[in-house]
């Protein structure tokens, strides 16, 4: 055992020694700033009231069954999950009782406190993205050209807590194998893909005909796949192998073979089925990868809460620095259909986060299942502002 602890240590030095605690700060600016009343965005919406209604219940789902003391933290200030189910109880009945955007507005004022992302840059500027749920032809046996396995947790991986061992650290959990009398890092992507490591200690929920779409499933969390007979199954999120998130696309741009301006989740697909020969060089790039798990088919893809997303209303963020569950805001653009974008403004809830989503310049918009979804979430990529309400006290 202290063989496997000095292992630990060692691991540990790879990520580096900072407290593992939640933090609403980037140095020492808080990253969201209090918004005078005079400053307020007017509170238009540019979606259907009853898929707000929809997130909002599935924030309030959960913050019912948490202690009603736990708290959220908007910049300098602190709320408990008591406040927040009254907070959006309240905001309900308001988007309710006034559908004029600027009376909504005012409405909001007496009830809420407002606060703004500092951004990427400190003036508020934020990236926004988008995610999906792929559904996707699968098999469930091997037959060409359905070869490429989507894997549930495999058997010989093991999940350790630092705290157990009284380490504080940026990643609380070190995923791992152990290997004689030794703890060692768990397989990346390329040994699991491209050597088969996982053939005997792993479970094909599905097999996919094409590596890519394997690949951005894994991106995007979860997904649904259709099998010859026309059953469904929906796979979600189980686990990871601990590796760090990298990008194939900043790889792609830095070796020259495409450019930022037209980068996206489709140009990339298209790229790599015009070079198979690349595939392997790409893919493996990223050593990050996901481990699925059957879903009941009634749930929609789960976010990081272990509630359903609603399509336009649920963002995923860096949940070290802002408060799961809240009511947010958001103003930008948006891809439309035929090529164009939209101006967007519309009330979210941060229900979500994701391995590349660091930082507060991020956000990720989830726009739902399928490949329409699909084709406007790779087009997302459009720069906007990110506001969160809290509830005020009497």
Not at 339 to 358: C, F, H, S
């Amino acid at each position: 055992m202290g063989l496997l602890i000095c292992a630990l240590i060692l691991c540990l030095g790879l990520f580096g020694c900072t407290p593992s605690q939640t933090t609403s700060t980037t140095g020492e600016r808080a990253v969201l700033e209090l918004v005078p009343p005079t400053d307020w965005p007017v509170f238009y919406d540019d979606m259907d009231s009853e898929s707000l209604e929809k997130a909002c219940m599935e924030s309030l789902a959960y913050l019912e069954r948490v202690p009603p003391d736990r708290t959220f933290t908007f910049g300098e200030h602190k709320r408990t999950a008591s406040e927040m189910i009254t907070a959006l109880n309240q905001l309900r009945d308001i988007l309710v009782r006034e559908p004029d955007p600027r009376a909504r507005t005012e409405a909001l004022k007496r009830k809420f406190l407002l606060f703004k992302s500092i951004g990427s840059d400190g003036e508020g500027r934020v990236l926004f993205t988008g995610y999906y749920e792929p559904v996707l032809a699968a098999r469930m046996k091997p037959e060409k050209p359905f070869v490429y396995p989507l894997y549930a947790i495999p058997t010989d991986l093991v999940k350790i807590d630092l705290r157990d061992f009284g380490i504080k650290a940026d990643k609380r959990h070190l995923v791992a194998r152990v290997y004689g009398d030794k703890v060692i890092p768990y397989y990346d992507r390329e040994e699991i893909d491209f050597n088969g490591v996982l053939k005997e200690k792993a479970e094909p929920l599905a097999y996919l005909a094409d590596p890519v779409e394997a690949f951005f499933l894994h991106i995007q969390g979860s997904g649904q796949v259709v099998f010859k007979d026309g059953s469904h199954l929906r796979l979600g999120y189980a686990g990871v192998n601990g590796h760090p998130y990298r990008s194939i696309g900043k790889l792609l741009i830095q070796k020259d073979l495409m450019s930022l301006d037209n980068m996206s989740m489709q140009a990339i697909k298209a790229f790599l089925e015009e070079k198979p020969e690349l595939r392997r060089e790409v893919l493996s790039h990223n050593p990050s990868y996901v481990f699925f798990r059957p879903l009941p088919p009634r749930d929609g893809p789960l976010g990081c809460f272990g509630k359903p997303l609603t399509a336009g209303r649920s963002i995923a963020t860096d949940r070290r620095i802002f408060p799961g569950l809240a009511p947010a805001y958001i103003v930008g653009e948006i891809p439309a259909p035929g090529g164009k974008t939209a101006p967007m403004g519309r009330m979210v809830l941060n229900q979500d986060t994701g391995g590349a989503i660091r930082g507060p310049g991020r956000v990720d918009l989830y726009f739902g299942s399928g490949d329409q979804a699909g084709s406007l979430a790779g087009r997302m990529k459009y720069p906007g502002n990110l506001f969160f309400l809290a509830p005020k006290r009497d």
